[in-house]
């Protein structure tokens, strides 16, 4: 099992920032790569942000590549996701996942991850 708890969401005005926080803990060795996904109201999940654990490779939706930057803390269990120049289409509950799948690629669907957080809220006003 692992678990999963993030944090640092909130309201911002469009063109700031926000930096989530996602600590995980349990059997964090097992997983394979750590990703973000958001939803935001009447729509589905889609894919944000993922890096792996070993090597820390990232990739990123092309809606927040330039703005969003995933990393991560290996000693703390812990990986960010940096957001910058925030926009009102970024509102969203955010939510952490880790992946037990082996993608030599990009973790990029939901498919791939078997443990999800509670969900951060982050509000971009205009």
């Known amino acids: 099992q692992v678990q999963l708890v993030e944090s640092g969401g909130g309201l911002v005005q469009a063109g700031g920032s926000l930096r989530l926080s996602c600590a995980a803990s349990?059997?964090?060795?097992?997983?394979?790569?750590m990703g973000w996904f958001r939803q935001a109201p009447g729509k589905e999940r889609e894919f944000v942000a993922a890096?792996?654990?070993?090597?820390?490779?990232?990739c990123g939706a092309e809606s927040v590549k330039g703005r969003f930057t995933i990393s991560r803390d290996n000693a703390k269990n812990t990986v960010y996701l940096q957001m910058n120049s925030l926009r009102p289409e970024d509102t969203a509950v955010y939510y952490c996942a880790a992946g037990l799948t082996y993608v030599s690629s990009c973790h990029d669907r939901a498919a791939y991850y078997a443990y999800w957080g509670q969900g951060t809220q982050a509000t971009v006003s205009s």
């Open positions: 890096i792996k654990w070993s090597g820390g490779n990232t």
């Open positions: 349990g059997r964090t060795f097992s997983s394979y790569a």
